[in-house]
């Protein structure tokens, strides 16, 4: 069955750095659009980047201003996320999800996505 572990959450003072990974099983990976999304209590899940299958084309949240980047490797069935001068705004729960529809990296909406992770916990103190 599909499954999507992300890790590399953690605890990092305002304007420090976090990889996070999110590895992936049971499906085809290179055909699948992966993306982030992030939530924080109370508010609904939102965009933060995505990727298309072969990794070659990117779409970013505008909040975000070059500080984050989306890769993945189709040979290790992981994708990435490296966050550069975190704020503490950006505390959230951040998730991988997987999307079969190949349009899907233009789209900010989470419904095009139908699969996701259990959430990795971004804590960004000041």
């Known amino acids: 069955q599909v499954q999507l572990v992300e890790t590399g959450g953690g605890l990092v003072q305002a304007g420090g750095s976090l990889r996070l990974f999110c590895a992936a099983s049971g499906f085809t990976f290179s055909s699948y659009v992966m993306a982030w999304f992030r939530q924080t209590p109370g508010k609904e899940r939102a965009f933060v980047a995505a990727v298309s299958g072969s990794g070659s084309t990117t779409h970013y949240a505008d909040s975000l201003k070059g500080r984050f980047t989306i890769s993945r490797d189709n040979a290790k069935n992981t994708m990435y996320l490296q966050m550069n001068s975190l704020k503490p705004e950006e505390t959230a729960v951040y998730y991988c999800?997987?999307?079969?529809?190949?349009?899907?990296?233009?789209?900010?909406?989470?419904?095009?996505?139908?699969?996701w992770g259990q959430g990795t916990q971004v804590t960004v103190y000041s």
């Open positions: 999800a997987a999307s079969s529809l190949s349009s899907s990296w233009q789209s900010t909406s989470e419904w095009q996505y139908a699969y």
